[in-house]
């Protein structure tokens, strides 16, 4: 004993001196645990962890790809995994404790979810090992989580991937314990009761149940979001349901005094229940919308509470806890705003809320029991109001959970760091104030690809299981080991921070203002949207009025071309998940190319002879065809899993909210700007102007 205490001692000096001993490799788990101890290493490595005796006798978790070559063996003294459930033990639900010895290692769940989660850790401690060419550490775990509903949203109203990417998808999610998925399925479930709903691509319910199921095995909870009431153009678009509309000139909101609203609602509901059989909640929406009931006289708040009574008995019928996002009634009695306005005082809030709580609670008894009430705030979930408005509901014994977002309406890829600041502060605010669970919205709104929220995701895992233990850099450098290698874990990989900023520049910096969203239906949009090109008769003037825009441009062609270098390193080493690597690519490259065509614009500007001149629009004129490329590329490596395009019959809806990604049936919704600066420019180019130019060039 007195031996092995000096080598703790020992070892535990070489690594406060930053050296670590032979055979002792990195070891980053996701998320990460409550206690981690590691004293020393085993002999234990990628070759001989062989067998696992399982000593629950009747039940055995699922083994991800880097324990299926595991065999059982009947013997424990041969098992190098030892694998039990203690109910006893004194930790929280979904807690385990792993231990790795010399010879042995040994996995206790307080429950069947524990033992999963204590392999899943295993699953991430032996990826490293394997990579590293070391042993085990001896290791001392004891983990759970801080919050009991980790899930996050999977928006699909827009697009589907192709299926394999979902079984992948739920794989990866469950090795970061992440345990809930809420589906927004809109017309991609096949309905049966109402088939005229379903987009022509969509997923049948037996596709969506074997999802479902596969979810299950992994301890994720699977359960729809089927929008009701308001955001209902999927359906109020169709002919046969416009006579259900609130208002019959939009297809936007249900009438929900209607019978029939509930008899179409019902039947998707259904649907989606019998697509998801063991699931446990029905999200049933009704966010971002006002009614009229027809001249009805009924107030907005009491017609948005006669529609939630109904569907949220209709759940309780059928065994399903309905979810509800909360905004509606908050604002229908004016105490909305206080939670996106976080420098207000207690004071100021306290008062809002003085004036105006007696609108909610002469209504009190009409907001259903059985709810949950989910407060949705994806910037300024530290505001005083947002605490109050959640601390009403818990007061007056209604439950509620938070919903933080992972993406919002950023195009092309997550901002904001992945938005890991407000993910954070929801998070550790439900662990303090004792709410049970959060919600991780990915809107598909302007539909990024979702390969590029993993990085928000293994932010929220790590908030929602561990708490607050480890900064944003040291959760950016885990991702890195986690998703692609341990070589590289170091900050000098870093892009995706260095990224995010000319994609914020790209959105609009073909245009005059911030139109991207609203070209579709932009009267005249190529002239009023499109940022203007220069005057020949008047050169230099250009560069002078853009000189800001032209500088940032500059910089960014810098840093793309840098980012670009990175992302060929880290795909030549990656040990994993190359394709991520790939998007990340095809993003950078759009991004860049951008850059490219206003200092291509400054050169023609400022061009001084008839052989510049000529060289320029040469110039400009190719970059037509580089655009194409660039496209043709991001649409192939996008394509590997996704679906780019919608069924020819599809009938798009009046896109009130203006999604870029419901603005046309192919992909051209993506580039849309790009397809109309370059109208605009051919367009000059053949003008008499340029013409005169070139003729005077060319003789």
């Known amino acids: 004993m007195k031996n092995f205490i000096l080598l703790s001692i020992l070892i535990n000096l070489i690594f406060s001196c930053g050296e670590k001993p032979k055979n002792i490799g990195d070891f980053i788990l996701l998320p990460q645990p409550q206690q981690f101890e590691i004293t020393g290493t085993s002999n234990l490595n990628c070759s001989n962890v062989e067998s696992y005796y399982n000593n629950t006798k009747d039940w055995l978790p699922v083994f991800d790809q880097q324990l299926k070559s595991l065999s059982e063996t009947d013997e424990i003294s041969k098992a190098d995994l030892i694998l039990d459930i203690d109910t006893t033990m004194v930790l929280k639900p979904e807690g385990y404790q792993l231990n790795i010895s010399e010879e042995k290692i040994a996995i206790t769940g307080k429950d069947e979810k524990g033992l999963f989660y204590g392999l899943m850790s295993l699953s991430q401690l032996l990826e490293d090992v394997c990579e590293q060419n070391v042993n085990l550490p001896l290791t001392s775990i004891e983990d759970f989580p801080e919050l009991g509903y980790r899930a996050i949203h999977l928006d699909v109203k827009h697009h589907l991937e192709k299926i394999d990417y979902y079984y992948k998808l739920i794989d990866k999610l469950a090795r970061y314990k992440i345990n809930g998925i809420i589906a927004e399925m809109e017309d991609k479930l096949k309905y049966e009761r109402q088939p005229k709903v379903a987009s022509a691509d969509a997923l049948s319910i037996a596709e969506w149940k074997k999802i479902s199921e596969y979810a299950e095995a992994r301890f994720i909870d699977f359960s729809p979001l089927i929008q009701g009431l308001g955001h209902a153009s999927f359906i109020l678009k169709h002919p046969e349901y416009q006579s259900l509309r609130d208002n019959p000139e939009s297809d936007w909101a249900f009438n929900p005094l209607d019978p029939k609203t509930y008899e179409v609602q019902f039947d998707l509901y259904l649907d989606a229940i019998e697509a998801t059989p063991n699931g446990k909640y029905l999200h049933v929406g009704g966010d971002e919308v006002h009614t009229t ?6 107030s907005a708040l009491e017609l948005q509470l006669i529609w939630l009574g109904k569907v949220s008995e209709f759940a ?26 976080p420098e207000l005082t207690q004071k100021e809030v306290d008062s809002i809320w003085k004036q105006n709580e007696h609108k909610l609670l002469a209504f009190l008894d009409r907001f259903p029991k059985n709810c949950i009430y989910m407060r949705w705030n994806y910037s300024s979930p530290e505001a005083i109001g947002n605490t109050k408005a959640m601390e009403w509901f818990e007061s007056n014994g209604l439950a509620v959970m938070g919903a933080t977002a992972g993406q919002t309406r950023w195009t092309l890829m997550p901002q904001e760091e992945s938005n890991m600041e407000a993910i954070k502060t929801f998070a550790v605010n439900s662990i303090e104030s004792g709410t049970n669970g959060l919600l991780l919205t990915l809107w598909d709104d302007d539909s990024p690809h979702f390969e590029l929220y993993t990085r928000g995701i293994v932010a929220f895992s790590e908030y929602t299981w561990s708490g607050d233990k480890r900064s944003k850099a040291e959760i950016k450098s885990a991702y890195r080991q986690r998703e692609f290698s341990n070589m590289l874990a170091d900050s000098s990989f870093a892009f995706i921070d260095e990224l995010e900023k000319p994609v914020a520049f790209w959105k609009n910096a073909l245009l005059q203002g911030d139109h991207r969203n609203y070209l579709a239906t932009m009267e005249n949009a190529t002239e009023k949207g499109v940022i203007d090109l220069p005057d020949p008769n008047n050169m230099g003037e250009w560069t002078e009025k853009y000189k ?16 670009a270098e990175k992302i060929t390193s880290m795909k030549s080493k990656t040990a994993r998940n190359h394709y991520s690597l790939e998007v990340y690519e095809q993003v950078n490259n759009v991004a860049g190319f951008t850059p490219k065509i206003l200092l291509a614009l400054k050169t023609y500007d400022n061009s001084k002879t008839p052989t510049e001149k000529l060289e320029s629009i040469k110039r400009l004129r190719s970059l037509q065809n580089e655009f194409k490329t660039i496209r043709d590329n991001l649409e192939s490596v996008y394509a590997k899993i996704r679906i780019l395009k919608k069924p020819n019959n599809y009938v798009l809806d009046q896109d009130h909210h203006h999604h870029m990604a419901n603005q046309s049936v192919n992909f051209d919704w993506q580039f849309r700007a790009e397809q109309l600066f370059f109208e605009k420019l051919a367009k000059e180019l053949e003008n008499a102007i340029y013409l005169e130019n070139a003729d005077k060039i060319t003789k």
């Open 316 to 341: 309780e019928k059928h065994h399903r806890v309905p979810i509800f996002w909360d905004d509606m009634p908050l604002k229908q009695a004016d105490v909305y705003r206080p939670m996106f306005q």
């Open 548 to 563: 800001e825009r032209l500088s940032k441009a500059e910089q960014f062609a810098r840093s793309t071309d840098s980012i």
């Open 293 to 298: 009931g027809r001249d009805s006289g009924m």
